[in-house]
């Protein structure tokens, strides 16, 4: 018995020396120099006391015992974790949030000393919820498969395929490949590589077709496909698309480029110019695509769309307001376009702000970049102070700009998710110069708007989160619109704030999502449906199943349970549907932005409280001069 209570108190003891002894240096931990203590802790988990990834192998270990509080309570002092219990809904308060101690570690370490971003978490996977979500990604495929094969989209409900994309060109097939890819469904992967091989044709895509979602969805899987694989029918098949895509920009006669069309006939690609009103996100996120494209194809148009759409961001960035965001609507009036409406980071200029930090990611952080990354670092730090709102009593949101008086109009949307994931992704990129002030303030928010994401499903009555939702003065997340269709970025900020931190809760919240997407949307016909108002527990199913559910929302989830070398972010960037590029530094040699960038014939509105900003002919002709992007009048031509 004495020599039992020893080993426990001899135990006890290593472990909070561990943590909290002087002569623990948890940046030798980080670079595989372990002190003997720590070496004793390591090895307790059946860890290699030799690897350099001994201590996340141990963590690893921790996370796998079974039941047991003290492996929870083990790693809570390792990781100062946040952990929730899915079967009670609680939530156990953590001391410090994880990544602000691990950056405390990183601080002032040059880059060449500190460790790769991501490379501390190891390769610790959890094979048995890797093993669900291919389960309900093979339930999803195989009810698309079975009723709506070579359509779009399948409305599981009435057992049919839908038409939302031009019809004719299987959207839900090319935004499928590379998860079914990943998740190893081998069989159902190669079905869907002969019907792209047999049956893809972009000239029967009928009607006007939009730009921004052919891009991000099949564009971007048909390159992610041919970047994993090495296919050459991905290749080929993107190439084709790339020449209907082209039509998308146009220029002046005096060679400058226009903004490109939200949408168009692409089948005969007669699109017409100039484009009346558009918004952010549709012409500011074409670039992770195009430059991804033009490390691929030989062909010109390749380069002609990787120029116009960097062009067109150059144009962006030079006309972003100092003092706020800007307005999300961008609307022509005779010689200038204008930024109109509410500021937001959500609907119509969500991935804009998301690719101005991937766009510098994809280029290998290079210098001649990071005009794109100086641009990020302010809209969001302008983010910060203007659109988040929140404090200890109220659960932190993002809203839109000027902030509504009424506490219930500050709602956020599902969509605004997104923003946890690049904030702590931009925090922990190598070659910035942001202050360690900065970086602590972009991860507290990251990690406060992750927990609001989660309690958006925790306090709904169904355990699924509406696409808007407010907060009452109880600080509880109510629905605002019911409606839930399986968006994907909340299970996507926990993915990247999990590959980030190693913060044990982010898995838990992602399990929870997962098991609430099963237990309220599965449908034993096959497929999962929506859902009409998470709010009413009769959960009345909505006729509708996205291609972003397989291409993100199941995508997501498998990933934040495999260990990190599968799609490692150190080596790949995600355009905004979710489809992985690899990062390619010669896209930093390519072009030369001036720094910092100015911004040319920069002109405010007469009315200044609604937050107009315009962007004049002066700023699209220096910056065409500087391109020399001269073309003749529509992009066929080119």
């Not at 003065?473 to 190693?502: C, D």
């Amino acid at each position: 018995l004495v020599g039992v209570v020893g080993v426990v108190i001899g135990f006890v003891w290593v472990c909070w020396s561990l943590v909290l002894g002087e002569d623990v240096n948890r940046s030798d931990v980080e670079t595989g120099s372990m002190t003997e203590n720590e070496e004793e802790v390591v090895s307790m988990w059946g860890a290699d006391v030799g690897s350099d990834e001994g201590w996340s192998e141990a963590v690893c270990a921790v996370q796998q015992e079974e039941g047991g509080s003290g492996s929870r309570e083990f790693l809570a002092m390792l990781y100062q974790a946040v952990v929730v219990d899915p079967t009670e809904g609680i939530l156990v308060e953590d001391r410090e949030p994880t990544s602000l101690f691990m950056l405390e570690e990183l601080e002032g370490l040059p880059d060449s000393e500190r460790p790769e971003i991501h490379s501390h978490g190891g390769s610790c996977e959890d094979r048995e919820k890797m093993d669900a979500v291919r389960r309900m990604a093979k339930w999803a495929w195989d009810g698309y498969r079975e009723y709506a094969f070579g359509s779009d989209e399948l409305a599981p409900l009435s057992r049919r395929g839908v038409e939302g994309f031009g019809g004719c060109t299987g959207v839900m097939i090319l935004d499928s490949l590379d998860t079914l890819f990943l998740l190893d469904l081998m069989e159902d992967f190669n079905e869907a590589k002969d019907w792209v091989n047999r049956s893809l044709d972009f000239a029967c895509l009928k009607g006007d077709v939009s730009v921004f979602e052919t891009t991000i969805r099949s564009f971007g899987g048909l390159l992610s496909s041919y970047y994993l694989t090495g296919e050459t029918i991905f290749l080929r098949k993107s190439e084709e698309l790339a020449n209907f895509l082209i039509a998308a920009f146009g220029s002046s006669e005096d060679g400058r480029w226009l903004l490109p069309v939200q949408s168009c006939p692409l089948g005969s690609r007669h699109c017409r110019f100039p484009v009346l009103a558009t918004n952010l996100a549709e012409v500011g996120s074409l670039t992770v695509e195009w430059r991804a494209f033009s490390r691929i194809s030989n062909l010109t148009t390749a380069e002609v769309g990787r120029r116009a759409a960097e062009y067109i961001v150059r144009l962006l960035i030079s006309a972003l307001p100092r003092d706020r965001l800007p307005a999300n609507d961008i609307i022509y009036q005779k010689d200038h376009y204008t930024f109109s409406g509410h500021a937001s980071v959500s609907a119509r200029a969500d991935s804009f702000y998301e690719y101005l930090l991937k766009v510098y990611l994809q280029g290998g952080r290079g210098k001649n970049e990071m005009v794109y990354f100086e641009a990020f670092r302010k809209e969001m730090n302008l983010m910060i102070l203007n659109n988040v709102v929140g404090d200890d009593q109220l659960p932190y949101r993002l809203t839109h700009f000027p902030v509504p008086l009424n506490t219930k109009d500050q709602h956020m949307d599902h969509l605004a998710c997104f923003t946890a994931g690049i904030l702590a992704l931009g925090a922990f990129a190598k070659g910035t110069d942001l202050s360690f002030g900065e970086k602590k303030q972009w991860l507290l928010t990251a990690e406060r708007l992750s927990e609001s994401c989660f309690k958006m499903y925790l306090h709904s009555p169904s355990k699924l989160a509406s696409e808007i939702s407010f907060v009452n003065s109880a600080g509880v997340f109510q629905s605002h619109n019911g409606l839930y269709i399986h968006r994907p970025e909340a299970v996507e900020a926990f993915f990247y704030m999990w590959r980030l931190t190693k913060n044990v809760k982010y898995r838990e919240w992602a399990w929870f999502l997962f098991e609430a997407i099963k237990n309220q949307t599965r449908l034993d016909s096959g497929g999962y449906a929506g859902i009409e108002d998470v709010a009413d527990m009769n959960l009345t199913k909505a006729d509708c199943m996205s291609t972003f559910f397989m291409a993100e929302t199941i995508k997501y989830l498998y990933l934040t349970f495999c260990n990190d070398s599968v799609v490692d972010l150190n080596q790949w960037v995600f355009n905004t549907e979710g489809h992985p590029v690899q990062v390619d530094p010669v896209l930093a040699t390519l072009f030369q932005f001036p720094s910092p960038v100015e911004p040319f014939g920069l002109i405010r509105s007469s009315y200044p409280r609604d937050a107009r900003w315009l962007i004049t002919q002066r700023v699209a002709l220096e910056i065409s001069r500087e391109y020399s992007l001269g073309v003749g009048r529509g992009a066929e031509g080119s």
